[in-house]
């Protein structure tokens, strides 16, 4: 992959025009993944409107997400009528951790909730990314200090490919403001105070004048607080 073409790539200002130039001059494997928070949902409706049929949309159950999730899962599904694919975790592995940790064994301590990530999240992630060139994400620096460091294309180590993060720099405000004007559905805990949506017995509501991440995992330290996807 050229240089020049990331370059070109990460300088295209507009969503739709930098999707549809992706989608047209790739022809490796591009994969977009979706947990259906409002980022997630504005580039779904990039690529959906757009049709963009070479990029595969996939999102990872968990088997713990909230019911507001699978509704606006359900939503997008009928608006678009676009294919989004679903990994699962492996059955022996959670069963295995379940029986030895108990059913929410992740809030015992900080590695038994890594462990329940990873078995969760990070390995159908690698399923789901086997092969792929490109990873679009709906990432956005404002969402965390650990997320102020990203480019809007970069190189991930970890799983061998560049991501293409095209709302990098959006603000919570833009990122509203377009899912309105385009009528697109979302998740209604957002209405709730919910900012990040995660699996449902690790994510609350955020109070007033704490950060993005606060509703996650909130009963560890605030420092750093990730599932393993994005390092």
Known sequence: MSTSFLNQLSQIENLEDGLR?????????IVFSTSFGIEDQVISHAVFHQKLKNVETFTLDTGRLFPETYAVWDKTLLQYNQPIRVYYPDAD???TYVNQNGINGFYNSVSLRKECCH???V??????????KIWITGLRAEQSDNRNDFEIIQWDEQNQLYKYNPLLYWTTDEVLHYLKQKGVPYNTLHDQNFISIGCAPCTRAVRQGEDFRAGRWWWEDQTKKECGLHQ
């Open 119 to 121: 078995i969760r999240k």
């Open 21 to 29: 130039f992706l989608s047209e001059n790739f022809k490796d494997k």
């Open 123 to 132: 390995v159908p992630l690698k399923k789901a990314l086997k092969g792929a």
């Open 93 to 95: 592995d959670l069963e």
